[in-house]
């Protein structure tokens, strides 16, 4: 009778062991599916999210800093025809993107439509010195003024430097060279981000993945147009994915993600690189694709980009973008800080540059569950085309056309401690906690029933030795 109750109870163990592992089993794919449906739910583009709340508002500070290049022989360039020697000067802080997103509107169709403020507020405290700080650089009248005017009317273009006493450098205070001075040639406004305060970018219009969740954030229109007006070619003129703030949940790390910015006019494509520890949470980083800003012969896909066959050397350039069609003609070329992963002669036409993937390369810092970007750091240069003349008398002595190099940005956010906190106590400790919910149900469920069995097993052969015997 013994020997039958312990049996039964290691029957019984097992059964018991087999159920809590069976239940464990059953709560992993029911506890993805709930962990799925509060994700895409709190992912959507509307009004009580956690989505909506960090969309409206941008949740971290973000930082534009700036590197003036500092023209170190200007005398020489024009007298002598040398290459320019710069020195790099930043950074030179400013505190943007703090004005919540205007005029939100949602569609029938899905969509919301808004306007970005822009704003930049001076901080002295993360800045080499103030904005006040005189730099030499290249005069931006003359230089776009010696691209848009045709060469047959250079003659006017002389007689107007002479007159105005303008040159091929000019020495302006950072705040100016950014914001915007009243030059003396052209009697007007002009600075490489003029008019920036008190202006907007957009409209955009975009998907508030309500109906797919796979395409929240995607934009759908930008400044009423579904596709760009400035390259006159199907695949360059594409407005692919998010504005890079966020993606879709549920990142697929072999998937590149896509997104437009409209300070490059163009969308570009990142890749993963590896995954990273931020605050405690994981996250996917993501570079820029080398194909990015490569030569159309060694990337096919760019030709279109390709506007110039002078300047560009019969499109052979890497590593810069000719954006003049979005900037009104102006002769204006972005690449990323200090020509990183541009051709060498691009390095050789200015002297005292240092390009380092550590500091010059663009990134994101994706979380990969909620899709939600947070750290990011978007590095660009603004550089101006010159080239020479036999007319104009500051450009005489030039050789060649030259991509000179202004200024580099790192327009940065990172998640703050506090944010950190709260998206994981939010969202993440909830996740991991079901996680160990369900693996510590099979485990145990597994270890009972196996030990039970085993058990059972050493009984009945104890038994049944007993009998023979």
């Known amino acids: ?266 969308s570009v494509s990142a890749s993963f690189e590896e995954s990273m520890d931020l605050k405690g949470i994981e996250v996917y980083r993501y570079t820029l694709q080398l194909n990015t800003l490569a030569s159309p012969t060694e990337n096919p896909d760019n030709r279109c980009f390709c506007k110039n066959f002078k300047t560009t050397r019969n499109c052979t350039l ?13 002769p204006v070329f972005i690449s990323l800080p200090h020509f990183l992963h541009g051709s060498p002669y691009l390095r050789e036409d200015v002297q005292g540059l240092n390009p380092s993937k550590e500091h010059h390369d663009t990134f994101l810092d994706v979380e990969p569950t909620t899709g939600f970007t947070l750290r990011f750091a978007k590095r660009i240069q603004a550089n101006m085309l010159y080239g020479p003349s036999k007319v104009i008398t500051v450009l005489k002595k030039v050789k060649d056309y030259t991509i000179f190099p202004i200024v580099w940005l790192n327009e940065t956010a990172a998640l703050d401690d506090e944010t950190a906190d709260m998206f994981k106590k939010e969202l993440l400790s909830r996740i991991e906690m079901l996680d160990i919910i369900q693996k510590t149900l099979l485990g145990t469920g597994v270890c009972i029933f196996i030990l039970c069995l085993i058990s059972y097993c050493v009984v009945r052969r104890s038994d049944n030795r007993s009998k023979l015997g």
């Open 1 to 266: 009778m013994g020997c039958c109750n312990r049996r039964c109870g290691l029957i019984a163990g097992a059964v018991f062991g087999a159920v809590v592992a069976i239940l464990g089993g059953i709560l992993i794919p029911l506890g993805n599916s709930v962990i799925e449906g509060t994700v895409k739910k709190e992912a959507v583009i509307e009004p009580g999210t956690t989505a909506y709340d960090n969309w409206v508002s941008t949740g971290g500070i973000v930082y534009r800093q700036f590197w003036i290049f500092d023209v170190q022989n200007a005398q020489e360039v024009i007298q002598n025809g040398a290459s320019p020697m710069v020195v790099e000067k930043g950074p030179y802080t400013y505190r943007t993107r703090y004005l919540a997103k205007e005029n939100i509107t949602f569609h029938p169709n899905q969509t919301a439509s808004f306007l970005l403020p822009l704003g930049a507020i001076f901080e002295p405290s993360m800045s080499v010195g103030s904005d006040e700080d005189k730099v030499t650089t290249l005069n931006l009248a003359v230089a776009g003024a010696y691209s848009l005017i045709p060469e047959e009317l250079h003659i006017l273009l002389e007689n107007r430097i002479k007159t105005s006493n303008s040159s091929l450098f000019q020495n302006r205070t950072v705040n100016e060279l950014l914001w915007g001075y009243t030059d003396p040639m052209l009697k007007d406004i002009v600075g490489l981000f003029a008019p920036y305060n008190g202006t907007y970018d957009g409209y955009y219009n975009v998907y508030t993945g309500k109906e797919d969740i796979s395409k929240v954030g995607k934009i759908d229109m930008w400044q009423g147009h579904k596709s760009l007006p400035f390259w006159n070619d199907t695949y360059c003129d594409m407005i692919n994915g998010t504005d890079a703030s966020s993606f879709a949940p549920f990142v697929d790390k072999k998937k590149p993600l896509y997104f437009f910015t409209s300070d490059i006019c163009r």
């Open 318 to 330: 890497a590593g810069v973008l000719d954006v003049s069609a979005c900037k009104g003609g102006q």
